[in-house]
């Protein structure tokens, strides 16, 4: 079973920047791909960056250039650094895994809980 949980959320100021990061439990990255998914306010979910096992990374287009994944395999953790956060990006953003390939589909298969972001002046 698949352990994951989020942290790092909170408000910020247009412009400003977030960095998430999710706990993973041991062995995760070696057998299932990553992905942090938002879902906004009244808004289905949907995927901003994954990164499979094999580190391929992918970016949605409305967050490539603002938006970093990364791991840390030593430490299992999956980051997401944000930079130029909009108010648009307000949302509650997941941990997910799958043990087949989803890419940006949102229909990973373990969630974490979530962590809030607000983006607001």
């Known amino acids: 079973q698949v352990q994951l949980e989020e942290s790092g959320g909170g408000s910020v100021q247009p412009g400003g920047s977030l960095r998430l990061s999710c706990a993973a439990s041991e062995y995760t990255f070696s057998k299932y791909h990553m992905a942090w998914v938002r879902q906004r306010p009244g808004k289905a979910r949907e995927a901003v960056a994954a990164?499979?096992?094999?580190?391929?990374?992918t970016y949605a287009d409305f967050v490539k250039g603002r938006f970093t994944i990364s791991k840390d395999n030593a430490k299992n953790t999956l980051d997401l650094q944000m930079n130029s956060l909009k108010p648009e990006d307000t949302a509650m953003y997941y941990c997910?895994?799958?043990?087949?390939?989803?890419?940006?589909?949102?229909?990973?298969?373990?969630w974490g809980q979530g962590t809030q972001v607000t983006v607001s002046s």
């Open positions: 997910a895994a799958d043990p087949n390939l989803q890419y940006l589909s949102p229909t990973y298969t373990y």
């Open positions: 990164l499979d096992k094999y580190d391929r990374i």
